[in-house]
């Protein structure tokens, strides 16, 4: 099964910014490449749900955001370093939670929600003070 681990999270001020990274390996076990899969950004804040972020498909770089981060925050993939970034600007004390990364085999359908993913990296804490 494809591994997951992210990395990047820290103490930012608001207004500040941060950039996480998530890299994949071990997925050739299962017979697929990085391009098959898609990768999302997931967060999880004290008492709340998990909710999507941002997610990628790495064969055509489309990509979603949830309403609260459009605008601030943007997702890319490095296919040759088996990564996929999420760039965080203008981050605000709302953005602090762990963040997870996660991959499923891309549906190319679009969307970016949790019960979709099968595979979770360990997630990295983000926390943004006022």
């Known amino acids: 099964d494809v591994q997951l681990q992210a990395s990047g999270g820290g103490l930012v001020q608001a207004g500040g910014s941060l950039r996480l990274s998530c890299v994949a390996s071990e997925f050739t076990f299962d017979n697929f490449t990085f391009d098959d899969y898609a990768i999302g950004w997931f967060r999880q804040a004290p008492g709340k749900e998990r909710e999507g972020v941002s997610c990628?498909?790495?064969?055509?770089?489309?990509?979603d955001y949830a309403d609260s981060v459009k605008g601030r925050f943007t997702i890319s993939s490095d296919n040759a370093k088996n990564t996929v970034y999420l760039q965080m600007n203008n981050l605000k004390p709302e953005d602090t939670a762990v963040y997870y990364c996660?991959?499923?085999?891309?549906?190319?359908?679009?969307?970016?929600?949790?019960?979709?993913?099968?595979?979770w990296g360990q997630g990295t804490l983000v926390t943004v003070s006022s």
């Open positions: 990628i498909s790495s064969s055509d770089g489309s990509a």
């Open positions: 996660a991959a499923e085999r891309d549906r190319l359908v679009g969307g970016c929600y949790a019960d979709e993913y099968n595979f």
